[in-house]
């Protein structure tokens, strides 16, 4: 069974960090490239950040960048997200999905990235208090 997971989600306060984690099952992780989302209440899902196959290759929203980094460990067949310096605007539901490599190279910071990827985990809370 195809399956990614999320995890490493939580309550943090401002300033503070987490790193999330997405562990894929039933296929090798390494053939494709990874993106993480986020959902807001309200808010359409966006794409914050991706790596690619060649993990030196990566992209990130403008919101995030510079504060958030994207990984992956192919031998554990998971993808990271550390980010750190969390903001109260950082509060949604995070996704990781795959798609093929290329991945979108523009779009980042917006929706527009979601239509390129096929499969999605279930989410992981983050929650950022003032």
């Known amino acids: 069974q195809v399956q990614l997971v999320e995890s490493g989600g939580g309550l943090v306060q401002s300033g503070h960090s987490l790193r999330l984690s997405c562990v894929a099952s039933?296929?090798?992780?390494?053939?494709?490239?990874v993106g993480w989302f986020r959902q807001a209440p309200g808010k359409e899902r966006e794409g914050i950040a991706c790596?690619?196959?060649?993990?030196?290759?990566?992209y990130y929203g403008e919101s995030v960048k510079g504060r958030f980094t994207i990984s992956r460990d192919n031998a554990k067949n998971t993808a990271y997200l550390e980010m750190n310096n969390l903001k109260p605007d950082d509060t949604a539901v995070y996704y990781c999905?795959?798609?093929?490599?290329?991945?979108?190279?523009?779009?980042?910071?917006?929706?527009?990235?979601?239509?390129?990827?096929?499969?999605w985990g279930q989410g992981t809370q983050v929650t950022v208090s003032p």
């Open positions: 039933g296929f090798r992780l390494d053939y494709w490239a």
């Open positions: 790596v690619d196959t060649d993990e030196d290759i990566t």
């Open positions: 999905a795959t798609t093929l490599s290329p991945p979108p190279k523009t779009g980042w910071g917006t929706s527009a990235p979601n239509r390129a990827f096929g499969s």
